[in-house]
């Protein structure tokens, strides 16, 4: 598998890391301050995921 096939999981991954410690924090009534960084943290993830998602398109459709 080719450094750009892996990359795409990865940023996936991080993305369901986060938010399934968001839910973990948020079930066992966890500081809203850890949910409100974890949603942020999330949402950054998921662009970041994004633009990893759309560079492998356009680096293997070239």
Do not use: D, E, K, Y
Not at 19 to 48: A, E, Y
Request: charge should be positive; glycine fraction near 12%.
């Amino acid at each position: 598998m080719s450094i750009s096939g892996s990359l795409v999981p990865v940023a996936v991954g991080a993305v369901a890391v986060v938010l399934l410690l968001g839910l973990i924090n948020m079930l066992r009534g966890g500081s809203p301050g850890t949910s409100q960084r974890l949603m942020r943290l999330r949402v950054i993830l998921q662009f970041i995921a994004i633009l990893v998602i759309l560079g492998v398109l356009w680096w293997r459709s070239g």
